[in-house]
C-alpha cells in the first residue's frame, strides 16, 4: 500500500530531516525540564501561584514527562505514544499558564506568543502521533 505518509518518507533527505525535526522538538522540552530541576523551588512557588495542587509533585511530574519525553523523541523510541503524552502536557500547560485575555495589555502580546507558540509544538506532536519518527529512529516507522 502506498500512502502519501510512504511517499512523503522515501523523499531524499526525509530521513534526516524527521531525525532534525524529532531532535529540535525534543531540545525545547529537554532544555525547560532542566531548568526545572535547577530552579525547582521557584518552579514549585509558581505552579502553586497557577493552582497546582501539591505543586512540588507536579514540578516533579513535569521533569520526568518533559526530560524522560525529550529523550524518547530523539532516540525514536514509542515516539506516538511519547508525542499524545506531550500533546497533553503541552495543552495543560497553556491551559493553565497562557491563558492571554485574562492578562493586562501590557502582558497581553507575551501571552498570545507563547499560546500560539504552544498550539505550534501541539501541530508538530500531532503530526510526530500521526506519522511516526522516522526511518533514523528506534522505531522506523
Not at 4 to 20: K, M, Q
Not at 112 to 136: E, Q, T, Y
Request: glycine share 10%; no cysteine; proline share 3%.
Amino acid at each position: 500500500m502506498n500512502t502519501n505518509a510512504t511517499v512523503i518518507s522515501n523523499l531524499p533527505g526525509a530521513a534526516y530531516a524527521s531525525l532534525l525535526g524529532r531532535i529540535l522538538i525534543a531540545a525545547m522540552f529537554l532544555v525547560v525540564g532542566i531548568r526545572k530541576v535547577i530552579y525547582f523551588t521557584g518552579t514549585a512557588a509558581y505552579f502553586a501561584k497557577l493552582g497546582f495542587p501539591a505543586p512540588e509533585a507536579m514540578v516533579a511530574l513535569a521533569i520526568i514527562i518533559e526530560t524522560g519525553g525529550a529523550i524518547l523523541l530523539i532516540v525514536g523510541w514509542r515516539t506516538r505514544w511519547v508525542a499524545w503524552l506531550l500533546v497533553g502536557f503541552v495543552a495543560i500547560a497553556t491551559a493553565t499558564a497562557h491563558r492571554f485575555w485574562e492578562f493586562d495589555a501590557a502582558q497581553y502580546g507575551n501571552q498570545l506568543n507563547h499560546f500560539l507558540k504552544n498550539v505550534a509544538i501541539v501541530g508538530a506532536l500531532l503530526m510526530l502521533a500521526a506519522f511516526g519518527p522516522g526511518s533514523r529512529s528506534l522505531d522506523k516507522s
